[in-house]
């Protein structure tokens, strides 16, 4: 049995002497008005700051986009200068102490000379006297983007050395300026491949969405019959197709055009998707009723509210492109000498006794794994922006 | 049932046929043909042009015919009226390769089933791989082991499939001083098919299958996860969950089975990735299914050729997709039933 308390106490009741607000619930702090007042733009960049990994990968994007402006400029030789003296020479060591004394980034010049029984050239440093890498120096002249004749450098080789801060290649070129120009090409690829695709997936995506009907069916059966098509495949074939006596210039658009012709079908569903499911919404009935013309609705009523979604697919979408000309460069069917692009630097490393014996050929793959690594941290973290009110 | 399978097969027919044209239309594209410039070659050796079988050649193919018949041709085969004289790609004839003088069938060899041997293998791989890790994943969100598996699916992902087979082939160079090229041993290079033969490929195939299928394994093992905590996080699992249902049969009886779709849908998607990366790859590594030929044929404009293996790997392709179609509705009865169609 429970036993009863005799005498309960009473329960200690608390009454607050302050005057009662019926609206204390409704009022927002300062920063709490600030959130609810902020536009929809503004809640997503709020939204997107916490993803860290995506903010980080924006701002190395960012460094090297902004770099490929001035790739003369960061690269210590020009594009193709040669050194016919040191072919395949491997990386140099950047130093900072010699002989325990501290001197600034320098390395040791190479010695070179032929193994007579394989027939292979090694190279070893020459320990004797440090050579300094120079900075904000003159160097090769080249012309700014292919205009402005200059030859300032932000690094330059050692008066009386070499700078292969990444080895060098068949003909002696420095493959680190090589990466840095590969750089301009490459990366760039992605963004005009991705407009042509942007393009085309909102057309196409756009006119099914909106018209549905038999628009619709023809455009869902173009994108399937698109999907079931092996990407590569196509485009290499397409590539192939693309005559040899065009100028490098009008390859590379050639190449991103191609690239943007096969893509364009993840954003067009996407398009359509949302299209189909936002043509239902109120405010879309309202604007038809009152006599809005259907561009206007497309692009002043439904465009904004899908806008950022589409922002994020086609971030996502680059990496592809990146890829998609790698491996078509790589092949030997894409971007051509005298372009360099990252795949065709590591055209030169598809020959597994090249691989073997001179290893540093492989590493323009390092660049195009971080930039694609990049762009989809920084997708992911527009993706989950792009729809702040969540 | 088999009213969805009859649909499906009706869509299937047209798409191949569009595709069909595509390929024909992008392998006709460059100008000239190649019959010119070969008689133009020999000529210039001063060869002998055996000029009956220019004419065969000519007349089989229809190289001096206007497009649509090239191409009516080039599907169909020719016809005399209703009397089929021969051709035909839905005959099984896959047309002449100009580079090797030998109709294509004899060319390809079987390349074609070990394209077929290779892709099915990469996917079984993707499946089986993929699926613990990402069961794991997603009951164990957040855990160590979730977070080292999603750093590497990161770089699965980003890492295209011919740099890692460059990459696995040097470290077998140095580690092993080996090369691990090839998808049989040299020995049995151009022989027909027996027990030693097929122990041989097993042997050597693993290391394309792992290139090939890991990017695909590394976006699947997302989905997966990402679909699986979707529906961890539902209410029906809270409450099963409550009523002391045990973990394992909770997770086996309901959420598991309903992400198990996009596992099955998803080939439509891994298989047109998987068939990309092997290209590559078995151009790097060497390896004796379409990619190698497919790519010297395209740089030669053997145009049958390149032609017969882009329409090979698309009806792989379609045909893949097909089959997971069929698999998912027999898995899923809101597809069969047709309300599938707002997937």
Known sequence: MIEMNADPQPLPHFISPEPFDPHAVEEVSPEQEKLYLASQWRMMWLRFRKHRLAVFAGIVLAVMYVSVFAVEWLAPYAQSSRNVDFIFAPPQRVHLFDKGAFIGPFVYAYDYRLDMETLKRIYTENREKPQKIRFFCRGDGYKFWGVLDSNTHLICPPAGSTLFLLGSDRLGRDLFTRILYGARVSLTIGLVGVTVSFVLGMLFGGLAGYYGGWVDDLVQRAIEVLRSIPHLPLWLALAAILPVTWSPLLIYFGITIILGLIDWTGLARAVRSRLLSLREEDFCVAAELMGASPGRIIFRHLMPSFMSHLIASATLAIPGMILGETALSFLGLGIRAPIVSWGVLLNDAQNIQAVALYPWLMLPMVPVVIVVLAFNFLGDGLRDAADPYK | ?343
């Open chain 2, 1 to 343: 049932m088999l009213r969805y399978l009859i649909q499906r097969l009706f869509i299937m027919i047209p798409t191949l046929l569009v595709i069909s044209f595509l390929v024909f239309a992008i392998i006709q594209a460059p100008p000239g043909d190649y019959l010119e410039s070969m008689v133009a070659e020999m000529q210039s050796r001063g060869e002998n042009v055996p000029q009956d079988k220019i004419d065969w050649l000519r007349h089989t193919y229809g190289l001096d015919q206007p497009f649509y018949v090239q191409y009516l041709q080039w599907m169909f085969g020719s016809w005399n009226g209703l009397h089929y004289e021969g051709g035909g790609l839905v005959f099984g004839d896959l047309g002449y390769s100009f580079e090797h003088n030998l109709p294509v069938k004899e060319v390809v060899g079987d390349r074609l089933s070990l394209t077929v041997v290779v892709s099915l293998a990469s996917v079984l791989f993707v499946w089986l791989i993929s699926f613990p890790i990402a069961v794991y994943s997603a009951t164990h969100q957040y855990s160590f082991f979730d977070y080292l598996f999603t750093f590497f699916g990161y770089i699965g992902l980003a890492t295209p499939s011919f740099l890692l087979a460059l990459v696995l082939l040097y470290f077998a160079n140095v580690w092993f001083g080996t090369s691990i090229g090839g998808l049989v041993d040299p020995q049995y290079m151009d022989q027909p098919w027996s027990w030693g033969k097929l122990v041989s490929v097993l042997q050597h195939m693993w290391v394309p299958v792992l290139v090939i299928g890991l990017p695909g394994t590394a976006g699947m093992i997302r989905r997966l996860r990402a679909n699986l905590l979707d529906e961890l996080n539902k209410q029906y699992v809270v409450t099963g969950r409550a009523k002391g249902l045990p973990p394992f049969r909770l997770l086996m009886k309901y959420p598991l089975r309903l992400s198990l779709n996009p596992f099955i849908a998803d080939i439509g998607s891994l298989l047109p990735e998987l068939i990309s990366g092997s290209v590559v790859v078995s151009v790097v590594m060497s390896l004796p299914i379409t990619g190698p030929m497919l790519l010297e044929a395209l740089r030669s404009q053997d145009m049958y050729l390149a032609g017969s293996f882009l329409m090979f790997m698309a009806v792989l392709t379609v045909f893949g997709i097909f089959v997971s179609d069929i698999a998912l509705a027999l898995l899923d009865p809101r597809i069969r039933f047709g309300a599938g169609s707002s997937r």
